[in-house]
């Protein structure tokens, strides 16, 4: 099994869309509501392309989880912030069938790398919700660790929901 994390292309909008429709049951629970077309391979290439702009600016780094080649996922780096600061938000999802056999903590590894040794930055943040017990798993087997609790921090499923926030800092190690 060899899990790896790539830049998102638009060409990847397809392949994606298609996993969301896949996995919409299981993802659902975790995501807030989004407009019509969303899911759908046109939605996902807008998406996509969004994501490359910021990208293109240094805001986020956009990336695919693959599984021995196949996409799985999705793994970003989000609202990159330079300065004094030198911030991101990790966010990801990978597909139910790969669920749990450590792909999402593999695609965290390498998306640390990244942010630390190819981007610079000192300090990547994640949050949870209260519940997400496995994606708290993956945060902390890459050495993150709970520093708060976000009262109505997102709102999923149309519903302002409480979350647990994560932080690793560019010198900690797991």
Not at 2 to 17: F, H
Not at 41 to 56: F, I, K, N
Not at 150 to 164: F, P, R, S
């Amino acid at each position: 099994m060899t899990v790896s994390t790539r830049l998102a292309t638009l060409d990847d909008a397809p392949a994606v869309s298609a996993l969301y429709q896949a996995n919409m049951e299981f993802l659902l629970p975790f995501e807030p509501i989004r407009p019509d077309g969303w899911f759908g391979p046109e939605g996902q290439r807008e998406v996509l392309a969004t994501a490359l702009e910021r990208h293109a600016r240094g805001e986020c780094v956009p990336h695919v989880i693959l599984l021995d080649g196949r996409i799985v996922g999705r793994i970003n780096l989000n609202d990159i912030v330079r300065g004094p600061f030198l911030n991101c938000h990790l966010g990801y999802w990978v597909s139910q069938d790969v669920n749990g056999r450590g792909v999402a903590s593999a695609a965290a590894a390498a998306m640390i790398q990244v942010a630390f040794e190819e981007q610079g930055l000192h300090r990547v943040q994640a949050g949870t919700l209260v519940h997400n017990v496995a994606s708290q798993k993956v945060l902390a087997r890459n050495g993150f660790v709970r520093f708060g609790l976000a009262e109505k921090y997102l709102q999923i499923e149309g519903v302002w929901q409480d979350h647990i926030l994560f932080q690793r800092l560019a010198h900690d190690r797991p």
